[in-house]
Each structure stands twice: as structure tokens, then as C-alpha cells.
């Protein structure tokens, strides 16, 4: 059971900013939202993780609503190699912790 | 650095037979899971694998098995294979240092046919 919610698929135009919506209602106070992503014929690739308030990194911004309930991936400019499927997970707070993936969301980047 | 490395990348097995995967870790990594990933779908999780033990198992049965070895490599075992079991094997590795990312290998691709 992910118990996470994404859209199956999005579309958008190169270098335009791309915002890939997660609902995680049930999550739990500790459990953190970790972003993979997955490019064809390749294994998962980590992007962002985050807690409670916003991360940043060289790939892409994590926004988690205050509640905690939802979270938005923030690619700022797309580049037909951000075409992948991209995975929101819920995660415990050890790195033992298994990782849960979903159906994801498929994004596909209009040149 | 090699990251996490899988072989064989390609595997073509016939029904009942038995498989091995293999897997090393990226380096300073002391666990690895494996993941089962079938076309169209998300990994599914198999096992995790820390100081030699299984230590969390999904919802798969006996038929698959694993090992880890000291060097913290894994092997991923199959047996009496079945036509569902084509798929891409994926390997994850990570630390028990908390809140860090696993990295995970190109993956092996079975058929059984």
C-alpha cells in the first residue's frame, strides 16, 4: 500500500517550470516525502526529500503543505531529459525503512 | 565511484528453472533490497538484506531468496521460475544512517519463457 496519490500522467513544454502534485492524507507525524524518478530503461534515481517545511536542491524544490497531507514537486525549468515517471513516497525516518513505490506519474516534456 | 552495479543485464530463463542476480552496492553502503518490476508498474519491494539477515521481506514467496555476503554484495535467488516472474529486477543500496537516499542499479531484465 503506497498511500500516496499522483496523477498517472502530465504534460509539459521545455524549459517552462513543471509542478507534479502528491496526496499523502494518512501520513504519519514521522514519516518523510521522498521523490524518485525513473528515465527509461533505467533504474529509480533520487530527487528531493523533505519533512515539514520546503527543500531545495540542484534538481528540483520540494513545497509540503502545512498539514503535512500533500506536496508538490517543482521542476523550474524542464528539459526533455526530465521525461520519466516520477514517485512520491512516504518513508520512515530510518534508512532501513523500505521504499513504497506507486504508480507514479509519467511525464512527458513537449519540445 | 560505481554506484550499484547488477549482472547479468539480460537474462532469458526457461519455466522452472532456477536464477541468480547479483548485486554490490555503491560504496560505503551496507544494505541492499531488491525490487521486482514489472512492465507498466511500479517496483514492488522483495527483501531487504542488512548484516547478512533478512531483515523486512514484502509479499513474495519462498521461491525467491536472497543472500548477502560479507562484502555486502547481494545475490537475489529464484526458483521454479514462472512466466510472471519476467521482469526488471531492480537492486537498492543504502546505509543505516538515517534519512538518506538508497541508490538503485540499472536493474536486470528477465524473461522466462
Known amino acids: 500500500d503506497a498511500k500516496t496519490t499522483q496523477p498517472n500522467s502530465m504534460e509539459s513544454n521545455e524549459e517552462e517550470p513543471v509542478h507534479l502534485p502528491c496526496n499523502h492524507s494518512?501520513?504519519?507525524?514521522?514519516?518523510?516525502i521522498h521523490w524518485y524518478r525513473q528515465l527509461p530503461s533505467q533504474g529509480p534515481e533520487y530527487v528531493i526529500h523533505?519533512?515539514?517545511s520546503n527543500v531545495n536542491n540542484r534538481m528540483a524544490s520540494l513545497a509540503i503543505a502545512e498539514d503535512r497531507k500533500s506536496s508538490t514537486l517543482i521542476l523550474h525549468r524542464a528539459t526533455l531529459r526530465d521525461a520519466a515517471v516520477y514517485y512520491c513516497?512516504?518513508?520512515?525516518?530510518?534508512?532501513?525503512?523500505?521504499?513504497?513505490f506507486g504508480s507514479g506519474t509519467r511525464l512527458s516534456i513537449r519540445p | 565511484d560505481a554506484g550499484v552495479t547488477q549482472s547479468p543485464t539480460h537474462l532469458i530463463k526457461t519455466r522452472g528453472q532456477q536464477v541468480t542476480l547479483r548485486c554490490s552496492p555503491k560504496?560505503?553502503?551496507?544494505?541492499v533490497s531488491w525490487y521486482q518490476q514489472a512492465l507498466g508498474q511500479g517496483p514492488q519491494f522483495i527483501f531487504q538484506?542488512?548484516?547478512?539477515?533478512?531483515?523486512q521481506r514484502g509479499n513474495f514467496p519462498d521461491r525467491f531468496s536472497g543472500h548477502q555476503f560479507p562484502n555486502y554484495s547481494s545475490e537475489l535467488n529464484v526458483n521454479a521460475l514462472l512466466l510472471g516472474d519476467s521482469a526488471l529486477y531492480l537492486c537498492?543500496?543504502?546505509?543505516?544512517?538515517?534519512?538518506?537516499?538508497?541508490?538503485f542499479g540499472q536493474g536486470t531484465r528477465l524473461t522466462v519463457v
Open positions: 494518512t501520513i504519519s507525524g514521522t514519516d518523510y
Open positions: 560504496s560505503g553502503h551496507d544494505t
Open positions: 513516497i512516504r518513508r520512515g525516518f530510518s534508512s532501513a525503512s523500505k521504499i513504497i
Open positions: 523533505g519533512l515539514t
Open positions: 538484506y542488512y548484516e547478512e539477515e533478512e531483515r
Open positions: 537498492a543500496s543504502g546505509t543505516t544512517v538515517p534519512n538518506t537516499e538508497a541508490f
